[in-house]
């Protein structure tokens, strides 16, 4: 080692090099923060939507709410209010909030979205024996079944218990059903009217199948030039048809006539079948109307 030193070259060279390493660490150690600041840095729990359970169903089971975003302009989607008849709407409903778990940045910073997936939850336990998630292979494929679990447990058709023209019986295809013993009689159906009157949504979305139409609502004032735009939104985006008016039979007391009354933008977007999800038409659709408030 001294015989190093002794060679004057090699002494400046690691004179030299220490200095550089010293310059360096000296450098380094300012940008470091002071040691009582160097903590472990806690990382968030993902604590995900906002849950609530809005009502209790005939048969007990829970109506459930999952509301994700702060913003203040409220868009409400349903799914399930036809049960099992319709469950790909439920199903539907639940693969856009897996999406929303992925991707929670496609709510706008000036949103805030509510998903009902299921208002109907006793019919669709009927076909699935299944309460809340449940799979395509759980569904029963008895077509009498299928058509029975439309209705709740009191065999109404929920989508007669609102109060637009509501009365006790109305139609479904060429079927008389029951419309309740009053409007809102049914628990499913108070819980849609309760969601709806404590947060006065900017719009609602209700899933139902099978049409692939998405539908204006009226009840005795005219169509809401908001129902318009989102209808036509959602339509051009998802690829579905578009009509100002349900014209296939008459009925009464549905639950998008009802918000119209109340001067609730609301659309029915009917899927093709009831056996298909068409979630990556639907999510089209719902960016659509997304954007479109998102500009509001």
């Keep these: 080692m001294r015989s190093l030193f002794r060679n004057p070259i090699v002494t400046i060279i690691l004179i030299l090099a220490v200095s550089a390493v010293g310059v360096f660490l000296i450098f380094t150690l300012k940008k470091l923060p002071p040691p009582e600041i160097m903590q472990p840095v806690e990382i968030p729990k993902d604590v995900g939507p906002k849950q609530e ?99 709740n447990a009191h065999e109404v058709d929920l989508n007669r218990n609102f109060d637009c023209n509501w009365k006790p019986e109305s139609t479904w295809q060429s079927k008389t059903v029951s419309a309740g013993t009053a409007a809102f009689s049914e628990p499913e159906s108070q819980a849609i009217k309760n969601f709806a009157l404590k947060n006065s949504p900017s719009a609602v979305v209700f899933w139902h199948s099978q049409a692939n139409t ?22 051009a985006a998802a690829g579905y048809q578009t009509s100002q008016v349900f014209d296939s039979y008459a009925i009464t007391g549905d639950a998008e006539g009802w918000l119209a009354s109340i001067k609730i933008p609301a659309i029915t977007v009917e899927l093709k079948t009831h056996e298909s999800v068409e979630f ?16 509001k």
């Design 53 to 151: 359970v809005l009502g209790i169903s005939v048969g007990g089971r829970k109506i459930e709410s999952f509301t994700y975003g702060t913003g203040t302009t409220h868009v409400a989607f349903v799914g399930g209010i036809h049960g099992g008849y319709e469950w790909n709407s439920v199903l539907l409903a639940y693969q856009f909030m897996d999406y929303l778990a992925k991707y929670p940045s496609v709510v706008p910073e000036n949103l805030r979205i509510t998903i009902i997936p299921n208002a109907n939850p006793d019919a669709v336990f009927k076909v699935t024996g299944t309460e809340g998630r449940f799979e395509i292979a759980d569904v029963s494929t008895n077509a009498d079944l299928l058509k029975s679990a439309r209705f």
């Design 214 to 235: 998405v539908y204006a609502s009226e009840c005795n004032d005219g169509i809401l030039p908001v129902t318009l735009d989102i209808m036509n939104s959602y339509a």
């Design 280 to 295: 990556d038409q639907n999510l089209a659709g719902i960016k659509a109307v997304l954007n479109y408030f998102s500009k």
